[in-house]
């Protein structure tokens, strides 16, 4: 990304599996206005294709992914 994007609220998922990130996020951006941008750090394999597939259904936008390691980086902005 050419752009730094700052995100509004960050999510430490670091140590968690299945299906815990994916319950968090969905909580964490229930609190979040549309627009605003979380930014989700995970390390659980499965979070990559979990959390994508959550944005895609529920009509999220993921800005950035990041995969460094076993750490995942995800900012995605609250659409609905």
Not at 13 to 18: I, K, N, P, Q, R
Not at 48 to 69: N, P, R, S, V, Y
Request: charged share 40%.
């Amino acid at each position: 990304m050419s752009k730094k994007i700052k995100p509004d609220r960050t999510l430490d998922c670091l140590g968690l599996y299945c299906p815990e990130p994916i319950f968090r996020t969905r909580e964490a951006m229930d609190q979040l206005e549309k627009g605003q941008v979380l930014e989700i750090i995970a390390d659980d394999p499965a979070a990559e294709e979990d959390i994508k597939f959550w944005a895609k259904t529920t009509g999220q936008e993921i800005l950035d992914f990041k995969k460094e390691g076993y750490k995942l980086t995800f900012l995605v902005r609250k659409v609905k």
